[in-house]
């Protein structure tokens, strides 16, 4: 009974040990399948079409046929158009004669202007004529002041002194005050004595304390003042005892002691 039971034993554990290696096989294939399955929906060439089953095959089809349709409709390199069909042909036509408008507007390296109608020209023409303008309105280099109009012109020099002035008043490199009206000029110098009031009042090593005018140099020196007082009184920062009044030294120096 003994060696029955043992026998038994050992069978169940042998068909236990060949069940674990079925399932370990079966589960590396389906992990290779599926490995190869997504190496081929990425379009990698470790790809084997070969082992791919009837509907992964199918997947990867209709996959590869929308990549190439979205690559074309893109204009990339890697389009091969004589996989479209007649109506993703005809639509990619239409694509690309938009793309190819969008680029001479746009002023474009990939422009081809030989596939623009006269109307397209047109279009491309006024767009171009826009871009010029509003180039030479924002001062950029690409402006070509040989192609305004009149009216341009007046826009491109009334922009421009727009710009100048601006620049002017915030003490901008780029200003010409030769440009400036009477009242650009008024508006420049009462920005740039704002600027070094206020930097003379941080401290700032741009303050010209030469610019200041009479009220600000007083505001500023007595300012200066209170926060030499309150460093000799608290101990904290830059103290000049010399600076302070008698009253102000005989509270401090009862301190100090």
Known sequence: MKVSVRKCLCGQVACLG??????????SALAQNSDNASNC??????????KLTTPEATAMAVADHQRNVSDCNHGMSSCDRSKLTQTEAGELAVTARQRNLADCKDRSVDCDRSKLNPAEIGEVNAATRQLNVSDCKDGRELCDHTQLSLSEVREVN?????????????GWSECDRSKLNRREEAQTAYSEQQRNRSACMAGEATCDYAKLTP??????????HKRNYTACLTDYGYCDLSRLTAA?????QPKKH
């Open 215 to 224: 009220a600000e140099a007083k505001l500023l020196a007595d300012s200066e």
């Open 41 to 50: 929906r990425n379009g990698f060439d470790s790809c084997d079409h070969a």
């Open 158 to 170: 009334t922009a421009e002194r727009q710009r100048n002035a601006q620049n002017c008043e915030n």
């Open 18 to 27: 060949l069940w674990l290696i079925l399932l370990f096989a079966l589960t």
């Open 248 to 252: 102000e030294l005989r509270f401090i």
